[in-house]
């Protein structure tokens, strides 16, 4: 491999003309992006103390995001990627816990900080939208004659990025990615989704989530091709920005095409230049859907944030597999046992028939040793790497073809809109509301792709639902951010127990919202607005199910 290190992969480009990055007031060429990055890595190696060299960056999809990931490859910095989502003490607790020497951000990142104490002083803030920061930065801007360069110590072992993910553990995590794998993905990812010097990559998800830094950020640096940037994805203007920028491939998680769907179509929707795309959980019906209306080919792929390359795409494979194992060492074990599940017997529908036998976890025996671990964190570190395995998190099963095939995640996370959001947050949240007794939270199968979030709670007799005034309360918590407020709400005055006291979650989500128990729904976007279901809502959720080709997920 030529370039060993993303700081390798920075410096290639320089002198290179071509465009490198895009937004809609922007053009710069690749030489602008590495003369921007160095000057970042000058500042921070100017503000460098003691300690780990971590850079929180809490910003949308700016310029200056992909400025800092620069700065931090040439300096041997460590970029620590915020989610603006998060709220409250749990946003305090995750920065916190990573150990940032200084903190990049601009206003509305202020505004979401206030009050909290995330362990850096605010004279170690870079606010980017502010007068003093451009005179700070103007004073490391190279000098004309000058050749950008990278410290030396830097090394592919060199800690690239901290990025937050969750388990079963239920605490933060942050998963350790070197500049040296991050390089080799970028590499890997550029030929595995033929993305090119010509192409242009339309960059619609948030630059804290792997998927934008493994699948789009480094695969368009290896290859020197455009980055196109906007602030944060939007389903109205998706359209217009591909045209805008001339974009020929993106990356999506499946409910970002459902929202883009379920836009009105339009003759001219094929009119655009997109050509293929790399995402996660969108359906094979909506992949259809979006090759037929926009021409553009959704290439679906497994991965994660502690590691990629488990499983390989196999051309020519059933709707809905993930694909084929990468290496003998992959395979789907029962938890406990540590034994290989046999295959999954599908009936007409696709849906498995013996779940019980040979849904499991997603292991991989030999790969403990290429798992880079969590930062500061022995507990989750153990629950990854047990036996000398890797263990996923994830469950899965596989047919007798050997095609494996994604079935939800271990544990209290819940996979939405392409995050995993924690249960025992909103369940945390509910309990603080006077009426409710208890509360247990859990995913449940969204009818196009991946999870909602569902609440049972208890309330006492003679409360009613309405008594609760649940938008309201909800929307006073600081720290629940917007993927962790329930979908469905069912209501009850006895919910089902253990003989201990404890909630018999498990129960409760296989009946989801199809138990006799009142259950409230919000279908739409913005304040939560909860509407009771009634049999006839169910009927028809579950006629979206099967029209959706995830009827199988109804058990």
Not at 371 to 384: I, P, Q, T
Request: hydrophobic share 40%; net charge negative; with cysteine.
């Amino acid at each position: 491999m030529p370039h060993e290190t993303i700081a390798d992969l920075l410096l290639a480009r320089v002198g290179d003309r071509r465009p490198g990055l895009l937004t809609r007031e922007q053009n710069l060429t690749w030489d602008e992006v590495v003369t921007q990055s160095a000057a970042r890595a000058a500042l921070a190696r100017s503000l460098r103390t003691e300690g780990p060299f971590h850079i929180g960056v809490l910003l949308e999809n700016v310029p200056e995001y992909v400025f800092w990931l620069g700065g931090a490859a040439l300096s041997g910095a460590t970029v620590v990627g915020i989610n603006p989502t998060r709220r409250g003490a749990y946003l305090e607790q995750e920065v916190r816990h990573t150990d940032c020497q200084l903190l990049v951000t601009d206003r509305a990142g202020l505004r979401l900080l206030d009050g909290l104490d995330i362990g850096v002083a605010p004279d170690r803030f870079l606010v980017v939208d502010e007068p003093d920061y451009t005179a700070l930065l103007a004073a490391h801007a190279r000098a004309p004659e000058g050749v950008p360069a990278r410290d030396p110590a830097v090394t592919p072992d060199t800690r690239m990025l901290l990025l937050f993910t969750s388990g079963t553990t239920g605490a933060s995590k942050a998963a350790i990615c070197s500049q040296g794998r991050l390089a080799a993905l970028g590499h890997a990812n550029a030929a595995k989704y033929r993305v090119g010097r010509d192409d242009v990559c339309y960059c619609p998800m948030p630059l804290f989530h792997g998927n934008a830094l493994m699948a789009l950020w480094a695969p368009a640096l290896a290859a020197g091709a455009t980055l196109a940037l906007v602030p944060k994805f939007s389903a109205s203007g998706f359209l217009a920005d591909v045209r805008f920028f001339g974009a020929t491939f993106f990356t999506y998680v499946g409910k970002a095409i459902v929202y883009v769907l379920a836009q009105p179509e339009e003759e001219t929707d094929g009119d655009n230049p997109l050509t293929h795309a790399f995402g996660t959980e969108a359906s094979p019906e909506d992949s259809a859907e979006f090759l037929r209306r926009f021409g553009c080919r959704l290439i679906e792929g497994y991965g994660s944030s502690e590691g990629g390359g488990l499983l390989k795409r196999a051309s020519g494979g059933p709707a809905g597999t993930l694909g084929v194992p990468a290496r003998a060492s992959v395979r789907i074990v029962h938890p406990t046992t540590r034994e290989t599940c046999p295959p999954a017997r599908l009936d007409e529908h696709g849906r498995v028939t013996n779940p019980e036998a040979a849904i499991g976890e997603i292991v991989d025996t030999e790969g403990a040793a290429s798992f880079e671990g969590y930062y500061n964190n022995d507990a989750a570190n153990a629950e990854r790497v047990r036996h000398g395995w890797y263990w996923t998190g994830d469950l899965g099963y596989v047919d007798e073809s050997g095609y494996f095939y994604f079935a939800g995640r271990s544990g209290d996370w819940i996979r939405v809109d392409g995050e995993n959001t924690s249960a025992l947050l909103t369940e945390r949240v509910l309990r603080r509301h006077p009426l409710i007794v208890t509360a247990g939270v859990f995913g449940v199968p969204d009818p196009r792709s991946g999870d909602q979030v569902m609440a049972a709670v208890e309330i006492p007799e003679g409360t009613r639902f309405e008594d609760l005034r649940l938008p309201d309360f909800l929307a006073a918590q600081e720290d629940l951010g917007p993927k962790g407020v329930p979908r469905f709400v069912r209501v009850s005055h006895a919910l089902p127990a253990t003989g201990s006291g404890k909630l018999r979650k498990k129960e409760m989500q296989l009946e989801g919202w199809r138990t006799e128990d009142a259950v409230h729904r919000w279908a739409g976007r913005g304040r939560p607005d909860y509407a009771p279901m009634s049999e006839g809502d169910k009927a028809a959720l579950r006629e979206e199910f099967l029209a959706g080709g995830r009827g199988r997920f109804l058990g």
